[in-house]
């Protein structure tokens, strides 16, 4: 089964997404400071300030040159690692922000968020969020729905169970239910398949994501680390620091939280 070959059907297509309630929020509409409408358990957003707001007392140096922690502390929420080793911490709390077609995501990263769309938007890219926070109760549905689409097709439930692991995260260890990570395409490769990253949308971003705090999640060749298929679509946020620490070197969240003495 883990030597299976990954075509199309094992992606998550915006329509699936569509059908399941969400729509893809549009460039100009995320670059509108109207659409960031805070969540009712929400305070109000200083749209004027970034991530750098919260103050650290500490920072855990290493070597000149050698990857460190820049946040000073083994739990910090930018850097919570979810996968299938690790679900999500029990008393994790966030508050949410609207920012269009009713999807929503951790408000802390909505500042680099916007600046990375505008960026993006200056050079001439378009960029469509078209999946961001998730609920439990929306991740099961979705999962199931993708465990069904494969025993319909004469899978054994454990075989379905196992091959939609792979391409949508098991509830209870999804990053989109920490309102951290995104799904994204453009307006021409409305697919979130290996596809996107030939797309101007796709190298802009791998590019340039981290420089707002955005990882490549599940990079190319590292689905035995991550358990995830790759997908070049989907970021997720870990801020500045850490986040051009991974892109420059290549690595996957998983991988650098051990070098860093996290994990």
Same mark, same amino acid.
């Given at each position: 089964?883990?030597?299976?070959?990954?075509?199309?059907?094992? @992606?998550?297509?915006?329509?699936? $997404?569509?059908?399941?309630?969400?729509?893809?929020?549009? /460039?100009?509409?995320?670059?509108?400071?109207?659409? $960031?409408?805070?969540?009712?358990?929400?305070?109000?957003?200083?749209?004027?300030?970034?991530?750098?707001?919260?103050?650290?007392?500490? /920072?855990?140096?290493?070597?000149?040159?050698? !990857?460190?922690?820049?946040?000073?502390?083994? #739990?910090?929420?930018? &850097?919570?690692?979810?996968?299938?080793?690790?679900? &999500?911490?029990?008393? %994790?709390? +966030?508050?949410?922000? *609207?920012?269009?077609?009713?999807?929503?995501?951790?408000?802390?990263?909505?500042?680099?968020?916007?600046?990375? @769309?505008?960026?993006?938007?200056?050079? *001439?890219?378009?960029?469509?969020?078209?999946?961001?926070?998730?609920?439990?109760?929306?991740?099961?549905?979705? $999962?199931?729905?993708? +465990?069904?689409? #494969?025993?319909?097709?004469?899978? =054994?439930?454990?075989?379905?169970?196992?091959?939609?692991?792979?391409?949508?995260?098991?509830?209870? =260890?999804?990053? %989109?239910?920490? *309102?951290?990570?995104?799904?994204?395409?453009?307006?021409?490769?409305?697919?979130?398949?290996?596809? @996107?990253?030939?797309?101007?949308?796709?190298?802009?971003?791998?590019?340039?994501?981290?420089?707002?705090?955005?990882?490549?999640?599940?990079?190319?060749?590292?689905?035995?680390?991550?358990?995830?298929? #790759?997908?070049?679509?989907? #970021?997720?946020?870990?801020?500045?620091?850490?986040?051009?620490?991974?892109?420059?070197?290549? !690595?996957?969240?998983?991988?650098?939280?051990?070098? +860093?003495? /996290?994990?």
């Amino acid at each position: 089964l883990l030597t299976r070959s990954y075509n199309d059907d094992n @992606f998550m297509t915006v329509a699936e $997404f569509i059908e399941a309630g969400e729509n893809p929020a549009r /460039i100009d509409e995320l670059l509108s400071f109207n659409v $960031f409408e805070a969540a009712k358990n929400s305070d109000d957003i200083d749209e004027s300030a970034d991530e750098g707001e919260i103050v650290l007392e500490s /920072i855990d140096e290493t070597d000149e040159g050698g !990857l460190k922690n820049p946040y000073g502390s083994a #739990y910090d929420w930018r &850097l919570i690692l979810a996968n299938k080793q690790n679900p &999500l911490p029990e008393d %994790h709390e +966030i508050k949410l922000a *609207g920012i269009s077609g009713g999807l929503k995501v951790d408000e802390r990263i909505l500042a680099p968020l916007k600046r990375m @769309f505008a960026a993006a938007k200056a050079d *001439g890219v378009d960029l469509y969020v078209c999946s961001a926070y998730r609920s439990h109760d929306r991740q099961t549905t979705l $999962f199931n729905n993708k +465990i069904k689409r #494969y025993t319909a097709q004469g899978m =054994t439930y454990l075989d379905a169970y196992t091959l939609a692991s792979f391409s949508v995260t098991v509830p209870g =260890t999804s990053e %989109h239910e920490l *309102g951290l990570a995104l799904d994204i395409v453009t307006p021409e490769y409305t697919e979130l398949t290996e596809g @996107f990253e030939d797309t101007d949308a796709g190298r802009w971003l791998k590019e340039n994501a981290g420089d707002y705090g955005f990882i490549l999640r599940y990079p190319k060749g590292k689905s035995n680390i991550t358990g995830i298929i #790759y997908e070049p679509g989907h #970021y997720r946020y870990v801020g500045e620091e850490a986040a051009k620490q991974i892109m420059d070197n290549d !690595l996957s969240l998983e991988e650098y939280l051990i070098e +860093i003495g /996290i994990r």
